[in-house]
């Protein structure tokens, strides 16, 4: 039986809760066993702490842990909300209304040419306010799972850094 240590495909299943400003517990996310999330140990991108809680785990093991905002995406940065000139955003002159909606992740890219995912938070009439924050940044994070599998990632999945096929990705 496989053990989870770098370089193996894990898949998961797992409930995600955040704690609200109440300190109450408030479920975010679910990967079920029908959509499970899968991913190369080592070389996920995930927090490291996350990792490091689940290597050594077997398929079948449950797990249960917390990541505090230092482990995870960090605290909340305040300056990562930003005012972008509302003609950034259009394409042959016009505007495209729909994608211009609160609540929207857009991809954007900074002067360096750097990618990240940025959320519309409100629209001005000359600016759209932005927050470049991850969007669990600043929150403790509460995983309740359990390992479904455990492979051998093969040598085509190691040198692209993710998973191939089955929840994984396709070229």
């Known amino acids: 039986m496989a ?19 109440n300190q109450e517990k408030v479920l975010v996310e679910s990967a079920e066993a029908d959509a499970p999330m899968v991913f190369l ?11 490091t809680q689940l290597s050594g785990k077997n398929p079948g093991d449950a797990f249960t842990f917390s990541l505090t905002p230092e482990q995870a ?3 909340y940065d305040q300056q990562a909300v930003v005012d972008i000139p509302k003609n950034v955003f259009e ?9 211009l909606q609160e609540g929207n992740f857009l991809p954007m890219s900074d002067n360096q040419g750097n ?9 001005g009439a000359e600016t759209v306010k932005m927050d470049f924050n991850h969007p ?10 359990k390992v479904a599998d455990v492979r051998e990632a093969t040598p085509e999945e190691l040198a692209h850094g993710h998973v191939h ?3 994984g990705h396709h070229h």
């Open 41 to 51: 140990f080592g070389q996920s991108g995930l927090p490291e702490e996350f990792e």
């Open 165 to 167: 096929g089955e929840g």
């Open 115 to 123: 990618h990240m995912q940025g959320k519309i938070v409100e629209i």
């Open 136 to 145: 669990l940044a600043g929150m403790v994070m509460h995983f309740d799972g």
């Open 91 to 99: 394409i042959d002159g016009k505007i495209d209304e729909e994608m």
């Open 73 to 75: 995406y960090g605290d």
């Open 3 to 21: 053990q989870i240590s770098p370089n193996k495909v894990v898949t998961i299943t797992y409930d995600l809760s955040v704690t609200d400003e």
